[in-house]
């Protein structure tokens, strides 16, 4: 069956922009994660949804970034007046319910000029 | 804030090799997960670890986990080239997972 898909694969903005990255989960799971990976620094966690519960905003780095989840499937996060130091992989999994398997989709590459 | 250190960050090694790759916290983890990843792509799950003092076997690969659920260890017997990659350790917590910087490592013929 289909994995997770994140659009786009990469992605090019000027410092100040807003930019947005999709994913979209397996079919069925409840739980999404967002982590970002940077050269050197290993994944680190951003934010994470269950359900309808109210998500897991712990580790989003700034009040630039915000995610949201619609309809239970795809998710949006979205990086507003991007700084050089978001440049990052931004990495979405999914999972049937919590503590389960992640299963990580490709990743979007951001990279802020 | 809960850390888990990889060591070593890099490892190269000539085919049919064994090595070790080691995971270590102060915190104690409900259980512990490895990953590969490789470049372009997202981790790919090898295993958990739930119970202390665990032994997980994996056709080459063995898992271990500390009696206290702290550590976990990764061996890999006569590498191939196709283990190339970056290899994750995650330990979990109420629902969420904490990455290690993750061991490199690099196969060659």
């Known amino acids: 069956g289909a994995g997770v898909s994140q659009s786009p694969s990469n992605k090019v903005t000027e410092k100040g922009k807003d930019v947005e990255l999709r994913c979209d989960p397996i079919s069925g799971h409840t739980a999404l994660y967002w982590y970002r990976q940077s050269l050197g620094q290993g994944l680190e966690f951003l934010i994470y949804?269950?359900?309808?519960?109210?998500?897991?905003k712990s580790g989003l780095p700034s009040d630039r970034f915000s995610a949201e989840r619609t309809g239970g499937s795809v998710s949006t996060l979205t990086i507003q007046r991007t700084q050089q130091e978001d440049s990052a992989v931004y990495l979405c999994?999914?999972?049937?319910?919590?503590?389960?398997?992640?299963?990580f989709g490709p990743g979007t590459r951001l990279t802020v000029t | 804030t809960q850390l888990l250190e990889q060591s070593p960050q890099f490892l190269s090694i000539q085919e049919g090799e064994n090595l070790t790759v080691y995971c270590n916290s102060s915190?104690?983890?409900?259980?512990l997960q490895w990953y590969r990843q490789e470049p372009g792509e997202g981790p790919v799950l090898l295993v958990t670890?739930?119970?202390?003092?665990e032994v997980k076997k994996l056709k080459r690969l063995t898992f271990q986990f500390g009696d206290a659920r702290k550590d976990s260890s990764l061996h890999i017997t006569a590498a191939q080239p196709g283990d190339t990659g970056l290899y994750l350790c995650a330990g979990a917590n109420l629902g969420t997972l904490t990455f290690g910087k993750g061991t490199m490592l690099l196969v060659s013929p």
């Open positions: 949804f269950q359900g309808n519960s109210a998500p897991d």
């Open positions: 670890v739930v119970t202390g003092g």
């Open positions: 915190s104690v983890f409900s259980s």
């Open positions: 999994a999914s999972s049937f319910y919590t503590l389960y398997e992640q299963y």
